[in-house]
């Protein structure tokens, strides 16, 4: 009897010790969580904005004859081709015109990639706290299909919140010395489409973009974290060692999944900024073939814009400037992430679900 006591007063000893501990550990969390969230927060968004910037300054050049080739007047030809397009540019513009567009690619990309980055964190966390609590198992990891759909949230929240800024970018990064009208730069080009043609008009193209961007950004993270998880695992040809990849596997990583995502999206691009070149009064000769030849189509929506594409122009139209892309979006991709990652590690982010 006295041994049951005993032991009933040290079973509850040692619950109340474990209660109180428990107690002391929320208490700290209640007071600590909220700054170190915020902190982490700051981090992964300047993370994601310093990758976004570095990316595509890097490959300006490619990005701007990409746009030309995509939305050029098609009975005028000026730019026949990556190598052609790109002397064609350096004549005719300098230096300056193949970064033309760059400062306000930046300015929508550093906040575009910042909250593209960070939502992939916060999808990817949730996604996997809600399929960890209906498997029942705490130790599941995020499936491709799961990343994919993380991607997907990601990327429709980033471009969603930043869309104005790409529609005029766009217009931006076409104009040549010889357009009739100047923007001046990105608040000018804003202010002016809003004027002239309405706020609807900063969101045109708005739906091939979404749609586009569920298989593109989606299956850039989910091709990118699912080959980085394959490699620890499987540790092939010895390019894995402590369980740590190397820069230039991350960069070959990120290459991949890159060139996956644009080829299967490029079209819905095309139609994309075609769609935002409609209703642009005084616009820029590369559209309108300097008044020598039949001005661009109007389009009416999404379909019709895939309609009158394809056959006016057959259907190789709508993977005008892959060339150029394909080689711009591989290192574009891969630097981002890599990029993501260091500055994330020199930050000390850590954006990682605890147990």
Request: proline share 4%; with cysteine.
């Amino acid at each position: 009897m006295a041994s049951e006591d005993v032991k009933s007063t040290s079973e509850s000893a040692v619950k109340t010790i474990v209660n109180l501990a428990e107690e002391a550990k929320l208490a700290r969390e209640g007071v600590r969580a909220p700054g170190h969230a915020i902190l982490g927060i700051c981090k992964s968004l300047v993370a994601g904005g310093v990758a976004g910037g570095v990316s595509r300054t890097a490959v300006a050049p490619l990005e701007r004859l990409k746009i030309l080739l995509q939305v050029q007047n098609p009975h005028n030809i000026k730019y026949n081709g990556t190598i052609q397009g790109l002397k064609y540019i350096w004549r005719t513009e300098g230096v300056r015109g193949l970064f033309k567009g760059n400062g306000t690619n930046c300015a929508r990309i550093v906040p575009n990639s910042a909250v593209k980055f960070f939502s992939y964190e916060q999808a990817s966390s949730g996604i996997l706290w809600l399929y960890r609590r209906q498997s029942g198992n705490e130790d599941a990891q995020l499936t491709p299909v799961l990343r994919l759909g993380a991607g997907a949230c990601a990327g429709i929240i980033a471009m969603s919140a930043t869309y104005p800024m790409d529609m005029v970018r766009g217009r931006i990064t076409v104009q040549t010395e010889k357009s009739p009208y100047q923007y001046r730069g990105m608040f000018h080009a804003l202010g002016t489409v809003y004027r002239e043609e309405g706020f609807r008009a900063l969101y045109r193209g708005w739906l091939p973009s979404v749609i586009g961007v569920i298989p593109y950004v989606g299956l850039n993270f989910a091709v990118y974290e699912s080959l980085k998880d394959w490699l620890i695992k499987s540790r092939p040809l010895g390019l894995i060692e402590d369980s740590e990849l190397s820069v230039v596997t991350k960069l070959a990583c990120g290459a991949v999944a890159g060139t996956v995502g644009q080829t299967v999206a490029y079209p819905l691009d095309v139609i994309r900024r075609r769609m935002q070149m409609v209703g642009w009064n005084h616009a820029a000769s590369v559209l309108t073939g300097e008044g020598r030849s039949k001005a661009p189509l109007e389009y009416s929506g999404m379909v019709d814009a895939f309609r009158k594409t394809v056959h006016n122009e057959g259907f190789g139209a709508l993977y005008k400037g892959l060339v150029p892309n394909s080689v711009k979006v591989v290192p574009s991709i891969a630097i981002a992430f890599v990029t993501y990652e260091v500055v994330k590690d020199i930050l000390g982010v850590d954006m990682r679900l605890s147990d």
